[in-house]
């Protein structure tokens, strides 16, 4: 079926539809008690363009054995297509616009299901702990070199005094990469020492680990100085009483977390005290106020409640360290159970904000830590319920994981939209492994080509310990993914009215257009509706600046102000002096896309 504008593209997305439809009869039959009266009308105006897609479907009567008894008749078979015909329907109407509630992780991970299927803290074994010899030994030997090197410097680094007065100066001269430097630092060289004891496992990397463990003990808060503000009342100075939660903090007790499942018997042979106040720790400073609060700004939905707010990268960033710290450290069931309800929920919101074409308004960098966080909490919540994700077989999560290809330039060049830069960290093995669970060859073969330019088969990565681990008892599969970055001649995504075109496919030479239409309302705006960037031979060639360095300015009233927020400075006109505003209602009109065969 072809379809104006759009190729095969909708036409694969329809079928890919069917196929999970039939699949998972119960998880959708639960999906459509959802619909609203408005959903209903559109359901009996639509109905005739079903029967046609139907058609084109070239639908059998051997699809409807996952539906059917043994001895169907001919009228239990007319039956079964009608209620086949009502199904898809319903599918169809969940998935026309973002905003709407396909609560796809509530359905999945329902309360029931996770009562029968959650495993406990000493059933669920991710990843081999450092006792566990054969595993550590099996990894790579030229990432075993890498990762006790890495140990080896942090042995000898000096330990950064995190002042006040270093955490003030954000709120006094607007400046974050001072105290955020070192702040990170720590964190990462506590990341190599717990790794290189894994690896080498003589307990000299222990009393160093236990230094930095005590030290984070010791922070007035794992929040960020640039961040405070928009948790707390008093932006200068951390309240202790009263934990507040950020993106770096959840990473925090991620670290902490994993820390503690794979040395905590050798931590507590080196100091008793060490994976008690480790979970002391993540009770009073993530799990407890996640779990009683709904005031962090990154929990809620859009809507009436919340005027004008937008869900953002924030949501599963921090859900998917949560949920790791939930699953390695909580020990109440009923706590456990509490938790991921709510985790499921505000990743649904996260969800449902979502265009069906699978577009990221933050652009290519987010992808990263929105998709790919989201990513990690079903590879998370699959093996902690002994199973694969089901979500990996829905159509939105696999759009939402070709994006980061469609929005892909040439080697490390992606699109500049919103705050994403020109060039990106990209998770190269993260994406391996999301285009495997999702059978994209596409993503797949995009992560293995950077993989190869990043070195990462000979250098290791960074990231959290949960894309640590997943990389490391991983290696060979990434290792043997073939490398292909698959250049695509054109795309179009219509929600987000995201457009590119290159003159040859699977080539970067010759011209490469893109241009964006959509609002300046996005969650990392800048105002550049109708936005274009033009690449020669895979190189810029009429550019995008993208973002300076976040600053005080960057996330405040004053973002305007930043030259490289207006669209003076991106690729547009300025008419009579006037540039264009911010906000959700200066928005693209009459946005049409039409491609023809060469």
Known sequence: MEIEGCGRTEAIGVKADLSYLIRNRTFFEKLTMRQSAEQVERFVLRLNAVILILGHLNLQSDSLKPFAGPQMTKHQR??????????????????????????????????????????????????????????????????????????????????????????????????????????????????????????????????????????LSEEPTWVVPAHLGALQTNAEVPDRSHPVVDLYSAETGNLLAWTDYLLGEDLARFSPDLPGLIESELKTRLLDPNLQREDFWWMWAPGADHRGHVINNWAPWICSNWLAVTLLIEKSHEIRLRTISKIATILDRFLNSYPDDGGVDEGPNYWNHSVGSLYESLVLLGSATATTS?????????????????????????????????????????????????????????????????????????????????????????????????????????????????????????????????????????????????????????????????????????????????????????????????????????????????
């Open 78 to 215: 007319t039956s079964g297509l009608c209620s086949l015909l009502l199904l898809l329907l319903s599918v169809i109407l969940t998935s026309i616009s973002p905003g709407q509630q396909r609560d796809l992780m509530i359905t999945a991970y329902s309360a029931d299901l996770l009562k029968q299927t959650l495993l406990s803290p000493k059933q669920w074994h991710p990843f081999p702990t450092a006792t566990e010899r054969n595993a550590w030994d099996k990894i790579p030997e030229v990432l075993r070199r890498e990762y006790f090197r890495r140990g080896e410097e942090a042995l000898a680094y000096k330990w950064p005094a995190l002042s006040a007065d270093l955490y003030l100066e954000y709120s006094r001269i607007g400046i974050r990469r001072g105290y955020d430097l070192l702040y990170h630092k720590r964190r990462q060289k506590i990341h190599d020492l717990v790794l290189a004891e894994c690896v080498e496992h003589r307990g000299r990397f222990l009393e160093k680990i236990a230094e930095g463990i005590r030290l």
């Open 390 to 598: 089901p979500l990996f077989s829905h159509p939105l999560i696999g759009q939402m994981g070709r994006y980061i290809y469609r929005t892909h330039v040439n080697d490390e060049y992606f699109v500049t939209i919103s705050d994403s830069p020109v060039k990106i960290p990209f998770p190269s093995s993260l994406a391996i492994l999301f285009g495997r669970d999702i059978h994209d060859k596409n993503l797949s073969g995009l992560g293995a080509a950077l993989a190869l330019r990043q070195d990462i088969f000979n250098i290791g990565i960074r990231g959290s310990m949960t894309r640590q681990l997943l990389f490391l008892f991983n290696a060979d599969v990434i290792r043997k993914q073939t490398p292909r970055q698959p250049l695509l001649k054109d795309v179009w995504l219509p929600q987000s009215q995201f457009f590119a075109a290159r003159q040859k496919e699977n080539s970067a030479a010759g011209f490469y257009l893109a241009a964006q239409g959509l609002h300046n309302g996005k969650s990392h705006n800048h105002n550049d509706v109708g936005n274009f960037l033009l690449y020669f031979d895979g190189e810029p060639f009429i550019i995008d600046v993208g973002p300076e360095g976040y600053n005080a300015k960057t996330f405040s009233n004053d973002r305007y102000t930043i030259w490289t927020m207006q669209s003076a400075y991106h690729n547009l006109p300025t008419i009579n002096g006037v540039m264009e505003k911010d906000g959700k209602q200066y928005a693209a009109r009459d946005v049409r896309y039409q491609s023809w065969k060469d």
